[in-house]
């Protein structure tokens, strides 16, 4: 008796220690996911009395004439926002949005950003630097060991000085089967196992590089032991109720409600491709109403400090000084007044996009497109030239991905 006494108290001690081992890794799992906490301090949005005067004087009606007169040129397949002051002055729909089934464009559609999707990196970037959980001296070795490429900082991806070679055309030399689907770790096995010659020694020149971003996106999930998308759906797209963004899923063919779908030409649709799956440098869908919303939190301090967003306003690629430039994770143009446009352009399957900010005059310009059309980025200045009369015009490069 003593002794199945004893032999059943064993089998149960052993029980009850493996029960709580298990209980005890949920809950450092648990624990890991939520490791991440908010410290910096939160705001409304931005709505002064000062602003809102200007946007009384404002003669809305004429000016949305005017915009509407002058898009009517363009042959936008594309929603359309033009906001100034805080307050909302032209926003409309125009086009297709799915071809074969010719369903029309409203104002609730979702379109790939393409490379704007780098602003929401950079911004969820700077978001963990902002709360102590990243520096921007840090570098790429820190988080993934024995990383080939050395002395690459955080703020070198962010601003294209890290010199790494570009994922977009390196790949389809060493994966030969086109119908993959390759994430962010399988670019960066390809860095660590091929090594493609990187293309300068960091930090001495600026080149725009779709790694960098895709490296940052990884980089937030070694941190915050989350994946990307579920990073930046807490702490960017929840907070800001930013109901209708999500991030591509290229195994999931079936289309969500209003979203659409990308062609160049005569309305080709454009097939899936195998890098649709890396993230950071693209890969977000969203809607003029939820950009807008982005666009005004980065007036306060509601996702990062206001200490931070101007850093990420200031010019880093030193080899265009004045017209052209390049911040943390924005596009940066200078005007003959000294304004500054910050900004970012997108263009991938048949999606191009634009995000275009003058902050210190509160205009903000949204064109989202599914037919791929140069007058996208072209009429940036006849829209400025319209809301504040002639400026120097400046041609703006349109994003090549």
Same mark, same amino acid.
């Given at each position: 008796?003593r002794?199945?006494?004893g032999?059943?108290?064993s &089998?149960f001690?052993?029980f009850?220690?493996f029960?709580?081992? +298990? *209980?005890? /890794?949920n @809950?450092h799992?648990? %624990?890991k996911?939520?490791t991440?906490?908010r410290k910096t ?9 000062s602003l809102q005067?200007?946007?009384n004087?404002?003669n ?17 397949n594309a929603n359309?926002?033009v906001a100034?002051?805080?307050k &909302?002055i ?6 297709i949005s799915n +071809? *074969?089934? /010719?369903? @029309?464009l409203?104002? %609730?559609?979702s ?6 999707s780098?602003t ?8 963990l ?10 570098t ?9 490429y ?5 703020k ?9 070679p570009n994922y977009?055309?390196f ?5 030969l ?22 293309s300068?020694v960091?930090?001495?020149k600026?080149a725009?590089?779709?790694t960098?971003f895709a490296?940052l996106a990884s980089?937030?999930e070694i941190?915050?032991?989350e994946t ?8 960017i797209?929840?907070p800001?109720k ?6 591509l ?6 289309l969500?409600?209003n979203?659409t779908?990308?062609?160049?030409g005569?309305w080709?649709e ?5 890098l649709?799956g890396v993230?950071g440098?693209k890969g977000?869908y969203?809607?003029?109403d939820d950009?807008?919303k ?11 400090s206001?200490?931070?967003m ?6 880093r690629?030193f080899?265009k000084?004045g017209?052209?430039?390049?911040g943390?994770g ?10 500054w ?6 263009w991938?399957h048949?999606?191009?996009t634009a ?5 210190n005059q509160?205009?903000t310009i949204i064109?989202?497109?599914?037919k791929f ?5 072209y009429?940036?200045d006849?829209l400025l030239e319209?809301l504040?009369?002639?400026v120097?015009?400046?041609m ?6």
């Amino acid at each position: 008796m003593r002794s199945k006494c004893g032999n059943s108290f064993s &089998i149960f001690t052993l029980f009850f220690c493996f029960l709580s081992l +298990f *209980s005890c /890794k949920n @809950s450092h799992s648990e %624990n890991k996911k939520n490791t991440f906490k908010r410290k910096t301090k939160q705001t409304v949005f931005q709505n002064t009395d000062s602003l809102q005067k200007l946007a009384n004087k404002m003669n809305v009606a004429n000016l949305s004439y005017q915009i509407d007169t002058f898009l009517a040129t363009k042959n936008l397949n594309a929603n359309v926002l033009v906001a100034r002051f805080g307050k &909302i002055i032209y926003k409309k729909s125009n086009g297709i949005s799915n +071809f *074969s089934t /010719k369903d @029309s464009l409203n104002i %609730n559609s979702s379109f790939q950003l393409a490379s704007v999707s780098k602003t929401i990196t950079g911004l969820a970037t700077i978001l963990l630097i902002d709360n102590g959980y990243l520096s921007l001296e840090d570098t790429i070795g820190q988080f993934i060991p024995n990383f080939p490429y050395k002395n690459i900082k955080i703020k070198h991806l962010l601003s294209h000085r890290s010199g790494l070679p570009n994922y977009m055309y390196f790949t389809k030399d060493y994966i030969l089967q086109t119908d993959t689907i390759l994430n962010n770790k399988d670019i960066i096995n390809l860095l660590m196992t091929k090594i493609p010659e990187k293309s300068f020694v960091p930090d001495t020149k600026f080149a725009y590089c779709n790694t960098n971003f895709a490296i940052l996106a990884s980089i937030i999930e070694i941190i915050t032991h989350e994946t990307f998308e579920e990073f930046v759906e807490t702490q960017i797209f929840k907070p800001l109720k930013m109901d209708n963004t999500f991030f591509l899923n290229p195994k999931d063919s079936t289309l969500k409600p209003n979203q659409t779908k990308g062609y160049v030409g005569n309305w080709n649709e454009v097939s899936p491709d195998m890098l649709d799956g890396v993230m950071g440098d693209k890969g977000v869908y969203s809607t003029l109403d939820d950009m807008y919303k982005f666009d005004q939190a980065l007036y306060t301090d509601q996702l990062i400090s206001i200490k931070l967003m101007n850093e990420a306003k200031k010019p880093r690629s030193f080899e265009k000084p004045g017209a052209k430039n390049y911040g943390y994770g924005f596009r940066l143009l200078e005007y003959e007044d000294k304004s500054w446009a910050v900004f970012h352009h997108g263009w991938w399957h048949g999606y191009n996009t634009a995000f275009f900010r003058i902050p210190n005059q509160n205009i903000t310009i949204i064109i989202l497109c599914n037919k791929f059309n140069r007058q996208v980025y072209y009429s940036i200045d006849g829209l400025l030239e319209i809301l504040r009369g002639p400026v120097a015009k400046i041609m703006m490069d349109e994003e090549t991905e």
